[in-house]
């Protein structure tokens, strides 16, 4: 998506206080909105998956609308699927983080349907 762009930041520089067990965090925008947020890689099948399964976060990426992808469903046949789950956000410079949820749901992808 020639939209879209990815940023690095330190995280103990971008909110400070931020728990290190929260990493890494993945906030995707659209809009000046946060359209999906990913704390830690856990829903997604943690690491191990990962490395194993790169294009999990191909997958991920694309639901949130952030890339386009050739993927027409999601990459790890082992597990769950990677379940929706909204997050509360504002596009008003207010920077969410994971007790910003305005649903009950477990599920933590961040992704909103």
Known sequence: ?????????VYSNA???YP???LPTLLVYHEHDVAA???TLGPLGGTAVLAKCPEVL???L?????????????PRPDLPPIAPH???HTSTGSRPGPADSDSDSDDSDGLSD
């Open 62 to 74: 694309a639901r949130a609308g952030a890339v386009a992808s050739e993927l027409a469903a999601d």
């Open 37 to 39: 947020q990913l704390v």
């Open 20 to 22: 290190e067990a929260n």
């Open 86 to 88: 909204a997050r509360a």
């Open 58 to 60: 191909e997958w991920y």
């Open 15 to 17: 909110i400070p206080g």
């Open 1 to 9: 998506n020639p939209h879209t762009k990815f940023a690095r930041i």
